[in-house]
């Protein structure tokens, strides 16, 4: 039997169906997003080829609720994100995002374990579930994003600007992790 740890493997066949290598069945989009808000991680892979297709479904996946009105992303942050590819700031918004989204794990870990230490609601029935589920959605939300890097270090004349961008970035990540420190304290 496969290790839950592994990546759970999907081929997508000539057809463009995704077959669960695990289950020997058929998947949807829906189905492989399950999995991953129950906490494993996924690799979907083209039969023929070989390729790499998990961000390509990761991203098609996050469209697909955003257009049923399940939206998560502000119209802002969307905007900011089609932006980021076409400027040097595309080098710093992976590693951004990435500690964008620790910060917010750690916090709501903390926030979690404050309240289930000091909050009567912790004891009732279906807490954990709210627990689990809420981090399996942070788990899921930066999956691909937390090993993102920013490529490698620029020399060329905008290198000193996006090198300061991004600690003026990070004065500002741990300004608000200190702030949170203090609210959650």
Do not use: C
Not at 23 to 28: A, F, I
Not at 40 to 51: C, H, N, T
Not at 70 to 82: G, Q
Request: proline share 3%; charged share 30%; no cysteine.
């Amino acid at each position: 039997m496969t290790d839950a740890k592994d990546p759970l493997l999907i081929k997508r066949y000539a057809s463009r169906r995704l077959y669960n290598t695990e289950t020997s069945d058929y998947v949807t989009l829906e189905d492989i997003a399950k999995v991953i808000r129950e906490g494993r991680e996924v690799k979907i892979v083209d039969l023929k080829s070989g390729d790499d297709l998990t961000r390509q479904y990761l991203l098609q996946i996050i469209a697909e609720h955003e257009s049923k009105g399940e939206s998560v992303l502000p119209i802002n942050v969307l905007t900011d994100l089609v932006r980021s590819y076409t400027t040097s700031a595309h080098s710093i918004v992976p590693q951004f995002l990435a500690q964008s989204f620790d910060m917010l794990r750690e916090s709501q870990s903390k926030m979690m374990e404050n309240m289930g230490r000091m909050n009567p609601i912790a004891a009732m029935p279906g807490f954990e579930a709210l627990k689990a589920q809420q981090e399996a959605f942070l788990k899921a939300m930066t999956g691909g994003w937390a090993s993102a890097s920013s490529g490698p270090a620029r020399d060329d004349e905008d290198g000193g600007a996006d090198r300061a961008e991004l600690e003026d970035i990070r004065r500002e990540l741990a300004e608000l992790q200190r702030k949170l420190s203090q609210l959650n304290g």
